[in-house]
C-alpha cells in the first residue's frame, strides 16, 4: 500500500460527459501529480500541484484541469468526454518537488467513455 | 525533446534464467534515471533512482546500471514474483521535474 488513495476506482460514462477523479495524498507529501496511462502511449503526465499552487504542465487538454486544496487532496475535473479519454488516470505524491524521483502511486482510476 | 526506449517489449523467461532489460534515453541534461515495477492493475511502485554514468543500484535480484546513453535493469535468478511490467523514466536537468516514462518491458517468469 503506497498511501496514495484515489477514488471512484472504476467509472464508466458517456461523451460529452464531465467526471471528477479524486485523489489523497500520502501523509506528508505536498507534491501531487496526475498522469494517464493508455495502452498505446505509457504514461502520460499531466500537470503537478506543490501545497496547493500549479507547479509543471504537461500534455494535458484544455477540456481537463485540476486542483489541489488547502488538504492537500487534489481532484482531475475531465469534460467533454471523448472515446479517446478512455485510460488509467493515476495520481502520484511526493514529499518535495519529486527530484528524488521517488514518486508513489495509487492505484489509479479506470475511465472508460462509451 | 526528451526520449525514452525500452526493450524489449515483452520478456519471458524461466525461473532461474537471467537476462536484462534495456532503457535508452534522450534527455537534455540529465538530472536521474529510475526504475519503476507495475503490477497488473496497479500503479507503479518506485525500485531505483540512477545520478550519473557508472552507479549501480541493487535490490533483492535486481541491479540496475547506468551510462551516458542507457540503462540495464539486470534480473539474477528471477522468480515467478518477479513478474511485472518495468518502467524506466528520466528526469531533465531544466525545465519542468516530472518524470518521462518509457511504454515498459512487461516480464514474465515461467516456473
Known amino acids: 500500500d503506497s498511501g496514495v488513495t484515489q477514488t471512484p476506482k472504476h467509472l464508466i460514462t458517456a461523451t460529452g460527459q464531465r467526471v471528477t477523479l479524486r485523489c489523497s495524498p500520502r501523509s506528508g507529501d505536498l507534491s501531487v501529480y496526475w498522469y494517464q496511462q493508455s495502452l498505446d502511449q505509457g504514461l502520460q503526465f499531466l500537470i503537478q500541484?506543490?501545497?496547493?499552487?500549479?507547479?509543471a504542465k504537461g500534455n494535458i487538454l484544455e477540456r481537463f484541469s485540476a486542483q489541489q486544496f488547502p488538504d492537500l487532496h487534489s481532484e482531475l475535473n475531465l469534460s467533454s468526454l471523448e472515446l479517446g479519454d478512455s485510460a488509467l488516470y493515476f495520481c502520484?505524491?511526493?514529499?518535495?518537488?519529486?527530484?528524488?524521483?521517488?514518486?508513489?502511486f495509487g492505484e489509479g482510476s479506470r475511465l472508460t467513455v462509451l | 525533446e526528451d526520449q525514452v526506449t525500452q526493450s524489449p517489449e515483452a520478456l519471458r523467461l524461466q525461473e532461474g534464467e537471467s537476462s536484462s532489460l534495456n532503457c535508452s534515453y534522450t534527455?537534455?541534461?540529465?538530472?536521474?534515471l529510475f526504475w519503476y515495477r507495475q503490477d497488473p492493475g496497479k500503479g507503479p511502485e518506485f525500485l531505483f533512482t540512477l545520478y550519473s554514468a557508472g552507479e549501480e543500484k541493487e535490490k533483492e535480484r535486481l541491479k540496475a546500471t547506468l551510462t551516458k546513453k542507457e540503462s540495464f535493469l539486470h534480473i539474477t535468478a528471477p522468480k515467478p514474483e518477479d513478474s511485472a511490467t518495468y518502467l524506466c523514466a528520466v528526469q531533465a536537468r531544466t525545465g519542468a521535474n516530472n518524470l518521462f516514462f518509457g511504454t515498459g518491458t512487461r516480464l514474465t517468469v515461467i516456473p
Open positions: 534527455v537534455s541534461g540529465l538530472r536521474g
Open positions: 502520484a505524491s511526493s514529499v518535495d518537488l519529486g527530484h528524488t524521483g521517488e514518486l508513489f
Open positions: 500541484y506543490y501545497n496547493g499552487e500549479e507547479r
